[in-house]
Nanobody, 126 residues
């Protein structure tokens, strides 16, 4: 069981950058795969990026590939989402998610995760 708290959201201009952080509680953070999802008004929650619990694999939605980077620092119990070249369509509430040792999972579905943060708002102005 983990508790997740996102931070780092805000208002940026098109083409700008932002780094989101997700701080996790617990002493077994390294055993959890982590993901980032986002949800815009009137839209379903969609996959953005994920990183395996071993740290050996990362996954990205096609819409953010090459612009966003997910990383984790197990010593700090934190996962990050570096967002560059931001576009208005990136505007959404961004959520951090976790799942314990998800063998056999692609980590790209909402249903793959058991724990969620409260979300942080990212707004990209045109």
């Amino acid at each position: 069981q983990v508790q997740l708290v996102e931070s780092g959201g805000g208002l940026v201009q098109t083409g700008g950058s932002l780094r989101l952080s997700c701080a996790a509680s617990g002493r077994t953070f390294s055993n959890y795969a982590m993901g980032w999802f986002r949800q815009a008004p009137g839209k379903v929650r969609e996959f953005v990026a994920a990183i395996s619990w071993t740290g050996g694999s990362t996954y990205y939605a096609d819409s953010v590939k090459g612009r966003f980077t997910i990383s984790r620092d197990n010593a700090k119990n934190t996962v990050y989402l570096q967002m560059n070249s931001l576009k208005p369509e990136d505007t959404a509430v961004y959520y951090c998610a976790a799942v314990y040792r998800p063998y056999g999972s692609t980590l790209k579905a909402v249903s793959d995760y058991d724990y969620w943060g409260q979300g942080t708002q990212v707004t990209v102005s045109s």
